[in-house]
Nanobody
């Protein structure tokens, strides 16, 4: 298991940017694929982006492709999500997750953070 703590959420106007960070702890944290998911009120949790343990492979949901960038810095056990050109539809609680592979399904990931709120006003 890996312990994950998200930060960086907040309120931003449409068209603005935010950078979310996820601090991972645990001896094997750098070996896991990492991902970001989000959940809006009344909706199911959905995949946003994932990055492989090596950092070489990244995958994005179509809704955020070209606007969001996932990155990792294993020396600091950090995974970031840079979010640009934010839209009101991006409003959700964003969760960091760790798992064995870069799948888009939530049940692939065994460790989850507590979430951070992102609100985009129109």
């Amino acid at each position: 298991q890996v312990q994950l703590v998200e930060s960086g959420g907040g309120l931003v106007q449409a068209g603005g940017s935010l950078r979310l960070s996820c601090a991972a702890s645990g001896r094997t944290a750098s070996y896991y694929a990492m991902a970001w998911f989000r959940q809006a009120p009344g909706k199911e949790r959905e995949f946003v982006a994932t990055i492989s343990g090596s950092g070489r492979d990244t995958y994005y949901a179509d809704s955020v492709k070209g606007r969001f960038t996932i990155s990792r810095e294993d020396a600091k056990n950090m995974v970031d999500l840079q979010m640009n050109s934010l839209e009101p539809e991006d409003t959700a609680v964003y969760y960091c997750a760790a798992g064995p592979t870069t799948y888009r399904l939530a049940n692939n990931y065994h460790s989850w953070g507590q979430g951070t709120q992102v609100t985009v006003s129109s």
